[in-house]
C-alpha cells in the first residue's frame, strides 16, 4: 500500500480542472503570489546565481559520497543519543514507523508537514492500526479534512477557496451552541489554532519531516511558517523525522548555502519563520524536548535514481518554485497530477516512483519552455528530464497500438512530406504567418480557432507577428548585406 | 542498534555503493569526506553582511522590522523588567507570563519579586520572556540554544514573545554564529531555533496572517551593554 493515485487518468482530470471555475480562481493567486514575491526576493540578493551554483556542488558532493555521509549522520545522531532507522521502501519505512509508535505506546500522533510521509502512505496505515494522526499544518489540516492530497510542495490547500475551508471547519468542528460560523480567514486561522492548541496538549508522539540532514553534527533541519513542526517536535515525548536518504549535506555550512535559497526560491521569504536544528532528544537537565528522537530514513526508489539518467532530480529541495513557476500546474494545479507530487517536478518523480506505465501523460504534459529550469535553485534540468521520459514512453509504445486518431496520423504524414521540401513549406508557412496575424487582428492573439476548438476553449494563440521566420531571416540579411562589406550567412543556414 | 531492529541497514547501503558503482568507499572518497567535514568551507556570504559593527546593528534592526519585529534599544539590562511590563499594558496583554529560568533574568531588578514564572511554558501562557543564544543582522534572525536555562517551547507557546538580546551576541552571518558555538566549545545541543519574525501561515487563499501555531507577535529589546554569553 502506497498512497493511493490516479496519474493514469491524468488527461480526464487535466480537462476537469481547466473547466473548475472554483479551482480557477485559487490557481489565480499563484502569479501575485509566489511568482512576484520570488522575483523581488532574488533581485535584493546579487549572489543568488553564486549560492545556486554552490548548492549544485553541495548537492553532487553529497550524493557521490551519500553512502559515508549517511554513515556520519547515523553516528552524529546515535552519539546525540537517538536512533537511525533504514528503510528500502514504503512497507518497511511504515513498519519502522508503527514500531516505534507501539513501543512508545503511543495513542495520540500530530504530524509537521512532511511529503515523504504522504509518498509513503503512513497516515492510513497508523489509522488502520488504530491510531489517531492528525495534521498540523494548516493546509494538510485543511485538506486532512477534506481527505484530499497536498496539490503543492509548500502550500498543500492552494487549490481552495476560504469558503472551502469554512464549509470543512463547520463540519469538523464542534463550536458552541449559536456561535457564528467563521468566514474571515484570520477567523477561521483563530478557531483552528485553539482546535490544534489542544491537540498539540494532548500529543505523546510528534512526527515531522526534514528539510535537509547534516552530518557533522546528526541534526534535522525542519523549516516552516507556522511553527507547528516545532510543537510537534517539542512537545510530545518521543520525535520521529521520516526523511528521504539524498537529504544528507555534509556541514552546518553547507546546510546554511542551501537554507538561502529555500525559502526565498519557495516564498520570497528571505528565511523562513522557522528553521530548527533538531539534534537527538532533550539531554540529562534540558528544560525541554522529547525523551526520545528517531530517524526514519527512506529509500524507497531513491538509490535506483541515483545509478541512472535521472539523478539530477535528488537535487531538488522540495521548494515548489517550477510549480509556481509552470504555466501547465497554473491551469490545471496539483490534484490532476494524480498523486502526492505534482507540477515539473512531479512530472519527473512519479514515474520514477511509481513505475512509467499509467503515469507516462505527466512528462508528456509540458511545453518544454523551460521556465521551472530557469527559476530552480539546485538547477534541476527538469525539461531534460522530462524529454528522457518521453523518450522512454516512445521506445516502449508499440506503434501499432498508438492512441493518435487516423485523422492525427494523415496531419502528421502531410506535415512530414511538406517538411522534406523546404521552398515549398517556407512559402506556406509565409503565407499562414499572414493570415493568421490578420485573423489576430489588432488583439495580436485569437480566441478561438477553426478546427481547434479543444485547444482554444482554455487559452488564447497568440497570432504571429505577420511573416515567417525564413523571410525575416532572409529579410534582415538582405539588409545586413547592403550596410557592411562583410557577407552575411546565408538564408535558412545554421551554424 | 541491533541488526533485527534495522533490516535494512546494510542492504540500503549496498543499494547506494551499486548505484555509485564501487562495492565500498576508497581512501580518495573516505579523504574528501574528510577533508570536507574539517575544512567547512563557506558558501557565498552576501556582501550586504560585510559591515563593522554599527553598520551590523542597523541592518538586524531593518531586516526585524522587514519581517514585523520591533527592535528596541536598552542602555542597561535591568531596563528589561520596566519594558516588559510597559509592552504587556500596552499591547493589553494579560493572563499568564513566563520567562526562561536563565540567571541573567532571575537577576534582574524585578520590582516586589514579582518576576514571571521562571521555567517551560503552559499551553494556556500568554506573554514569554526570552533570551536569545544569538542573532543574525543578514536575515533579523534570532537564535535559540536548548539547555537547562531556556526551554524551547518558549518561543512556540504563547501569543506575544519578548526577546531580550545582547549586542555583543549579534553576528553577521549563520556561519558566524557557527563558528562562535565551535571556538567556546559547546556541544550540539538537542534543539536549536532560528526565529525570523513571527509564526505565520499563507494556507488559506495564500494570505498572509500571523499566529498561525506560534507568536502572533515577537519584539526584541537589545541591550548595548551586555556582556557576551559566556
Known amino acids: ?89 514504503a512497507a518497511e519505512a ?124 546528526g541534526a534535522a533541519v525542519i523549516v516552516t511558517n507556522e511553527g507547528n513542526g516545532d510543537l510537534s517536535r517539542l512537545l510530545p515525548d518521543t520525535h520521529i523525522v521520516v526523511t528521504g536518504i539524498e537529504k544528507v549535506v555534509p556541514t552546518q555550512e553547507d546546510a546554511a548555502t542551501l537554507l538561502r535559497l529555500l525559502a526565498r526560491s519557495a516564498s520570497g521569504q528571505e528565511l523562513s519563520a522557522y528553521t530548527t536544528f533538531a539534534a537527538g532528544p532533550a539531554r540529562p537537565g534540558d528544560a525541554d524536548g522529547p525523551a526520545a528522537f528517531h530517524v526514519v530514513l527512506v529509500d524507497n526508489g531513491r538509490s535506483r535514481l541515483l545509478g541512472g539518467e535521472f539523478r539530477d532530480i535528488l537535487r531538488c ?88 486518431s487516423p485523422a492525427a496520423r494523415r496531419a502528421y504524414a502531410a506535415w512530414g512530406w511538406l517538411a522534406r521540401r523546404p521552398r515549398l513549406y517556407g512559402v506556406l508557412l509565409d503565407l499562414a504567418a499572414r493570415g493568421l496575424h490578420r485573423l489576430g487582428g489588432r488583439r495580436g492573439y485569437m480566441a478561438r480557432l477553426p478546427f481547434a476548438g479543444g485547444w482554444t476553449a482554455a487559452r488564447d494563440l497568440p497570432a504571429p507577428e505577420g511573416r515567417g521566420f525564413q523571410a525575416l531571416w532572409a529579410k534582415d540579411a538582405r539588409a545586413r548585406t547592403a550596410a557592411k562589406p562583410t557577407p552575411a550567412p546565408e538564408p535558412g543556414k545554421r551554424p | 542498534m541491533t541488526a533485527t531492529e534495522n533490516p535494512g541497514r546494510a542492504a540500503l547501503l549496498a543499494d547506494v555503493r551499486r548505484a555509485l558503482g564501487r562495492a565500498g568507499a576508497s581512501e580518495t572518497h573516505h579523504a574528501a569526506v574528510a577533508a570536507r567535514l ?101 536575515t533579523g534572525t534570532l537564535i535559540f540554544v536548548s539547555g537547562p536555562e531556556h526551554p524551547s517551547n518558549l518561543a512556540f507557546l504563547p501569543e506575544l514573545q519578548i526577546v531580550v538580546l545582547r549586542g555583543g551576541d549579534l553576528c553577521a552571518t549563520y556561519e558566524d554564529f557557527w563558528d562562535r558555538r565551535r571556538e567556546a566549545g559547546a556541544p550540539t545541543p538537542a534543539t536549536v531555533n532560528m526565529i525570523t519574525g513571527a509564526s505565520r501561515t499563507g494556507d488559506i487563499e495564500q494570505i498572509i496572517l500571523l499566529g498561525a501555531h506560534g507568536p502572533k507577535r515577537v519584539e526584541i529589546l537589545l541591550v548595548d551593554d551586555a556582556p557576551q554569553a559566556s
Open chain 1, 317 to 404: 529541495i522540495r521548494c515548489g518554485a517550477c510549480l509556481n513557476h509552470c504555466p501547465v500546474y497554473g491551469a490545471i494545479g496539483g490534484h490532476a497530477y494524480g498523486w502526492v507530487y505534482s507540477g515539473p517536478i512531479g512530472a519527473v518523480l512519479t514515474p520514477a516512483l511509481l513505475g512509467l506505465e499509467g503515469s507516462a501523460d505527466l512528462p508528456a504534459a509540458s511545453s518544454l519552455c523551460g521556465r521551472c529550469e530557469a527559476v530552480c535553485p539546485t538547477r534541476v534540468p527538469l525539461p531534460e528530464l522530462l524529454r528522457r521520459w518521453r523518450r522512454r514512453s516512445f521506445a516502449a509504445t508499440d506503434p501499432a497500438a498508438s492512441d493518435k
Open chain 2, 38 to 138: 574539517e575544512t567547512r568551507l563557506r558558501g557565498p556570504i552576501p556582501a550586504r553582511t560585510a559591515l563593522p559593527w554599527d553598520g551590523l546593528v542597523d541592518l538586524f534592526v531593518t531586516m526585524s522590522e522587514q519581517v514585523g519585529v520591533e527592535v528596541r534599544r536598552l542602555a542597561k539590562l535591568d531596563e528589561v523588567p520596566g519594558v516588559f511590563a510597559a509592552r504587556l499594558a500596552a499591547l493589553e496583554v494579560g493572563g499568564g507570563q513566563v520567562m526562561a529560568p536563565h540567571p541573567l533574568l532571575r537577576g534582574l531588578p524585578w520590582p516586589g519579586n514579582d518576576a514571571p514564572r521562571a521555567g517551560p511554558a503552559r499551553g494556556d501562557d500568554r506573554a514569554a520572556l526570552t533570551l536569545a543564544a544569538g542573532a543574525v543582522a543578514e
Open chain 1, 94 to 217: 511504515r513498519a519502522a514507523v508503527r514500531r516505534i509508535c507501539d513501543a512508545a505506546g503511543a495513542r495520540n500522533i500530530i504530524k509537521g508537514k512532511s511529503m515523504v510521509t504522504e509518498e509513503i502512505g503512513l497516515n492510513d496505515d497508523l489509522a488502520a492500526a488504530g491510531l489517531k494522526v492528525l495534521e498540523t499544518d494548516l493546509g494538510e489540516y485543511i485538506i486532512q479534512l477534506r481527505d484530499e492530497m497536498p496539490s503543492h510542495l509548500i502550500a498543500p490547500a492552494v487549490h481552495l477557496t476560504r469558503e472551502q475551508v469554512a464549509d470543512s471547519f463547520t463540519e469538523n468542528h464542534d463550536r458552541a451552541a449559536g456561535a457564528p460560523a467563521p468566514e474571515a480567514p484570520d477567523d477561521l486561522l483563530a478557531e483552528a489554532r485553539r482546535v490544534l492548541r489542544r491537540e498539540f496538549l494532548d500529543a505523546d508522539l510528534g512526527i515531522t519531516g526534514a528539510n535537509f540532514l547534516i552530518a557533522e553534527t
Open chain 1, 1 to 89: 500500500m502506497s498512497a493511493p493515485n490516479t496519474t493514469a487518468d491524468f488527461r480526464a482530470n487535466a480537462a476537469k480542472a481547466v473547466r473548475d471555475p472554483v479551482l480557477q480562481k485559487a490557481l489565480g493567486n499563484l502569479r501575485s503570489g509566489f511568482q512576484a514575491n520570488r522575483a523581488r526576493a532574488r533581485a535584493a540578493l546579487p549572489e543568488f546565481d553564486a549560492l545556486r551554483d554552490a548548492a549544485v556542488e553541495i548537492k553532487e558532493h553529497s550524493l557521490d559520497h551519500l553512502d559515508l555521509y549517511l554513515e556520519r549522520f547515523e553516528a552524529q545522531v546515535i552519539a546525540n543519543g537517538g536512533q537511525v532507522h533504514w528503510c528500502r521502501d
